[in-house]
C-alpha cells in the first residue's frame, strides 16, 4: 500500500496567489482529516469528511481556506488569497471507518507564502 | 474535552525502557486514551490507544492506571528511530471523530 499521498511536498508562493493542496488517501478508507502545523500553534485539525461528505469544519481558519472530497480517493484544500501567516505544513489523514480509528498521515505540505 | 498534560522533554539511552507519563485526571468514562508520535519532518504515527486496561502492540506497551486519571507509554527498548515528540490524546467525549494533539513530550533517545 502506498499509504497517503499528497501534493506538492513543498509549495512556494507569493502572498494573493492562490494555492491548492491535493490528497490522495489510502483505498478503502472513509474518512480524511486535513491537519494544519506550526511552531506557534502546533497540529489543528482544519476538517474532516467521511464518505466524502464534510463532518466538521470549524477548524478552518476564514473563508480563505476551503476544503472538497469530489471522490473517495481525492481531496483538496485550497487557500484563495494565500498569506503568509498561512505558512506551515499541511497533513492529510485518513482512516477505515471513524476517526478514532488509527488514522494515518501523509508526508505533508510544506507551504511558503512569501 | 479530557485535556492532558505531558512533560515537556524526556531523554532516554539506547536500549533502555522510555516511560513517557500523561496525565488526563477530566477523563471521561467512555474516553479512550491515545498515543501517537511524529518523527522529525514526518506525519505523526499512530503507536497504540487503549481505555482501562492495559495494552500492548508490537511497538509499545500503554498502561493506566485503575482510576484512569494517567497512563504510561513504555517503549521497552529504546533505539535512536525511537527519538520523536510523542503525543497522548483523549478522544473528544462529543463521539465525534477528533483527535486534538497537544504540545506532546519530546523523547530524545542517546548513544
Known amino acids: 500500500d502506498a499509504g497517503v499521498i499528497q501534493s506538492p511536498r513543498h509549495e512556494v508562493t507569493e502572498m494573493g496567489q492562490e494555492v491548492t493542496l491535493r490528497c490522495k488517501p489510502i483505498?478503502?478508507?472513509?474518512?480524511l482529516f486535513w491537519y494544519r502545523q506550526t511552531m506557534m500553534r502546533g497540529l489543528e485539525l482544519l476538517i474532516y469528511f467521511n464518505n466524502n461528505v464534510p463532518i466538521d469544519d470549524s477548524g478552518m481558519p476564514e473563508d480563505r481556506f476551503s476544503a472538497k472530497m469530489p471522490n473517495a480517493s481525492f481531496s483538496t484544500l485550497k487557500i484563495q488569497p494565500s498569506e503568509p501567516r498561512d505558512s506551515a505544513v499541511y497533513f492529510c489523514?485518513?482512516?477505515f471507518g471513524r476517526g478514532y480509528n488509527e488514522q494515518f498521515f501523509g508526508p505533508g505540505t510544506r507551504l511558503t507564502v512569501l | 474535552d479530557a485535556k492532558t498534560t505531558q512533560p515537556t522533554s524526556m531523554d532516554c539511552a539506547e536500549g533502555r525502557a522510555a516511560n513517557l507519563p500523561c496525565n488526563h485526571s477530566?477523563?471521561?468514562?467512555?474516553?479512550?486514551v491515545y498515543w501517537y508520535r511524529q518523527i522529525h519532518s514526518q506525519g505523526p504515527q499512530y503507536i497504540i490507544h487503549g481505555l482501562k486496561n492495559n495494552e500492548t502492540n508490537e511497538m509499545a506497551s500503554l498502561i493506566i492506571t485503575e482510576d484512569r486519571k494517567s497512563s504510561t507509554l513504555i517503549l521497552p527498548h529504546a533505539t535512536l528511530r525511537d527519538t520523536a515528540v510523542y503525543y497522548c490524546i483523549v478522544r473528544v467525549a462529543d463521539n465525534t471523530d477528533k483527535l486534538i494533539f497537544g504540545t506532546g513530550t519530546r523523547l530524545q533517545v542517546f548513544p
Open positions: 489523514a485518513s482512516s
Open positions: 483505498s478503502g478508507h472513509n474518512s
Open positions: 477530566t477523563i471521561s468514562g467512555n474516553e479512550y
